[in-house]
C-alpha cells in the first residue's frame, strides 16, 4: 500500500521556521518527482515546491512557487525515503494545509497530475 505520511506542521509566529517532512513507503520513490502543496481557508491547492527525481539527470533539481521563493527549501534523502520542506521567515499568508505529493516522472506543478497524496499538515502562522 503507497503512503505519503506527513508531519512538522504547527502554530508558529510571523517570522520563525518549521520543516516539514514526507515519509513515502510503499513504493520506490526516488523515481518520482516529490512535490508540496498547500490549500488555504477559502482558497484552491496550489504549488508550492517540488524536486526531480532521483534517476533524471535533473535529480539535484528544484522548483518553487513564486509566493515562496527565497524562503522554503524542498530536499529529500532517498535512502530514507523522505522529502522535507524547510519554511524560514513565515508570513501570515503561508497558513495552510500542507499536502506531500509524489508525481511519476518529471517535474510539473499542475496538482492534477500528481499520483499520490498524503493527508497533509496543518501550518498555522499567527501572532
Known amino acids: 500500500q503507497v503512503q505519503l505520511v506527513e508531519s512538522g506542521g504547527g502554530l508558529v509566529q510571523p517570522g520563525a521556521s518549521l520543516r516539514l517532512s514526507c515519509a513515502a513507503s510503499g513504493r520506490t520513490f526516488s523515481s518520482d518527482t516529490m512535490g508540496w502543496f498547500r490549500q488555504g481557508p477559502g482558497k484552491e491547492r496550489e504549488f508550492v515546491a517540488a524536486i526531480g527525481a532521483a534517476w533524471l539527470r535533473s535529480s539535484s533539481t528544484t522548483y518553487y512557487a513564486d509566493a515562496v521563493k527565497g524562503r522554503f527549501t524542498i530536499s529529500r534523502d532517498n535512502a530514507k525515503n523522505t522529502v522535507y520542506l524547510q519554511m524560514d521567515k513565515l508570513k501570515s499568508e503561508d497558513t495552510a494545509t500542507y499536502y506531500c505529493?509524489?508525481?511519476?516522472?518529471?517535474?510539473?506543478?499542475?496538482?492534477?497530475?500528481?499520483?499520490?497524496w498524503g493527508q497533509g499538515t496543518q501550518v498555522t502562522v499567527s501572532s
Open positions: 505529493a509524489a508525481k511519476i516522472g518529471s517535474y510539473s506543478s499542475n496538482s492534477y497530475s500528481y499520483d499520490y
